[in-house]
């Protein structure tokens, strides 16, 4: 399912693991030995005696993956298994399918509306559109098909997309490359005819520093420590992105920063918008820190959408007709007004992600923290969230958003903050810090495609992070 929490059925994650072999009347050996290989292979080894419910949203999905590869049923079906995942996670997961189809010979039917995900998994590809097979084949010859591809929102691997980009500028000529050394055998032929000149960078705007966390670290009460002596300065006007491997404390400095988990150490500081959230009031956070959980859902609380997002007005006493007139426009800004009277968990995951977004715009906070706004949905629908969080940020606001999606990152962030086991691993802007490929893979982070591409050419000096960034290149290079 797409809902990892739904599968928990026990009380430790190995017990977790080994109950649907249980219930298959294996006898012990096999058990232990299935229980083993699925805990290997979504390297949740090391958590087998935690408690399910504690764990990060991402180790919950490699958790139901790990109950589904120990049954080893001869037909797998998997719904976007991997949304929660870190990038190089997600790999083991598709190299383990790979190897359960070859050893096993077990069929599986892998969902997903990210199109690198399959090129190297799967044997077909069958694309759906409104309940319909539209396209149907080997993944690289239904990859040729990219205007119906992208009609049925389907992401194309970015290189495949950098390709058709040139196509449109009449660089490219040949089929569409599906994996980076695709594209690169095919771009090292056609940079020998360009002059290549430096990119324009990013800007990194630096006001005064909005978010202060000094000496914080935190333990939970069954003994884990999420956090390790984090210090950290967040200026006005950044935007953010919070990565790192699962597990390794963004969810938990998150919900330390918007005030709803006190730091178990005494001595931390943590200041926000001017408040010190370790004290501060609820009532007076809410104002000015907004934050959207990892698991939306856990904080829609109304039946009918509108409602929802009038509750906070209300509850600071802002009169009727302001709120009617805030929550309106706030419905038009995030294409929720025909659904105001909906109820808001029936909605798919993308507008419930937007009412629990719209619930704490309505209370126009001056620092927004969105846990992982881009699981669960399609890329459209991240893509959407993103740009409406530029939005907000160029109108003022200090952006962190936590995310898997490295092209997203590369896309809008204007510094990228690197976790690894609740300490802060690299910190900067994103072309320095996806320059380091090498230490991100320290915390199962890979940079996007494009990053990777650009690395394995020689002869471009600035590091491209982005399909339009290459275009731009092309452009000034055949001046
Ligand atoms: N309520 C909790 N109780 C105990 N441990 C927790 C709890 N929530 C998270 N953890 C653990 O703390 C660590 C950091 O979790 P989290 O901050 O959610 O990670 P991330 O968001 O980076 O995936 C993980 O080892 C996780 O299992
Ligand atoms: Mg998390």
Redesign the pocket.
């Known amino acids: 399912l797409d809902d990892p929490e739904a599968h928990i059925v026990s009380f430790t994650v190995e017990e977790d693991v080994a109950f649907g072999p249980c219930n298959l009347g294996l006898p012990r050996e096999e058990i232990l030995e299935r229980v083993e290989f699925a805990l290997e292979a979504t390297r949740l080894g090391d958590?087998r005696d935690?408690?399910p419910?504690?764990?990060?949203?991402?180790?919950k999905q490699s958790l139901a993956i790990a109950g589904v590869l120990a049954m080893r049923p001869s037909v797998l079906a998997l719904d976007e298994p991997t949304s929660m995942l870190d990038p190089l996670g997600r790999e083991r997961v598709r190299g383990i399918l790979r190897e359960l189809n070859r050893r096993y010979g077990i069929t599986v039917v892998f969902s997903s509306y990210d199109f690198e995900e399959v090129v190297d998994l799967a044997d077909r590809v069958v694309v759906l559109r409104e309940g319909e097979i539209v396209l149907e084949g080997r993944p690289r010859e239904v990859l040729q098909n990219v205007e119906l591809l992208e009609k049925c929102r389907v992401k194309l691997p970015e290189v495949t997309r950098l390709a058709v980009a040139l196509r449109r500028m009449s660089v490219w000529r040949d089929p569409l490359p599906a994996t980076v050394e695709e594209a690169k055998s095919i771009l090292t032929g056609l940079l020998r005819n360009y002059v290549l000149r430096e990119a324009g960078r990013l800007e990194t705007r630096h006001g005064k520093p909005v978010i202060t966390v000094r000496k914080l670290t935190h333990v939970?009460?069954?003994g884990?420590v999420?956090?390790r002596d984090v210090n950290l300065e967040i200026y006005g006007g950044e935007y953010v992105a919070l990565i790192?491997?699962?597990?390794?404390?963004?969810?938990?400095?998150?919900?330390i920063l918007a005030g709803l988990l006190k730091p178990s150490s005494r001595e931390a500081e943590v200041r926000v918008a001017g408040l010190d959230v370790t004290k501060a009031r609820m009532k007076d956070i809410v104002r000015r820190i907004g934050y959207v959980f990892?698991i939306p859902e856990h904080q829609i609380f109304h039946s009918v959408v509108r409602e929802e997002l009038e509750f906070g007005l209300r509850n600071l006493g802002i009169p009727e007709e302001e709120i009617k007139r805030r929550v309106g426009e706030l419905l038009k800004v995030l294409e929720l007004e025909e659904y105001e009277d909906e109820w808001p968990l029936a909605l798919d995951r993308g507008k419930r992600l937007r009412v629990a977004l719209g619930s704490i715009l309505a209370l126009d906070p001056e620092v927004i923290i969105v846990?992982e706004p881009t699981t669960g949905q399609d890329w459209r629908d991240s893509l959407y969230v993103c740009e409406l969080l530029r939005k907000l940020n160029e109108g003022g606001k200090t952006i962190l958003i936590?995310t898997h999606e490295m092209d997203l990152v590369a896309k809008f962030a204007t510094r990228v903050i690197v976790?690894h086991e609740?300490r802060i691993l690299m910190d900067g802007d994103p072309r320095r810090v996806f320059s380091k490929p090498e230490i991100l893979r320290r915390t199962w982070v890979k940079p996007p495609q494009i990053v990777e591409l650009c690395q394995s050419l020689s002869g471009v000096e600035t590091l491209l992070m982005t399909v339009e960034e290459f275009c731009e290149m092309f452009k000034r290079g055949g001046e």
């Open positions: 958590l935690r408690n419910y504690n764990l990060s949203g991402g180790e939970y009460p069954d884990v999420a956090l790192g491997q699962n597990g390794s404390g963004k969810s938990t400095l998150a919900r990892q846990d936590i976790m609740g």
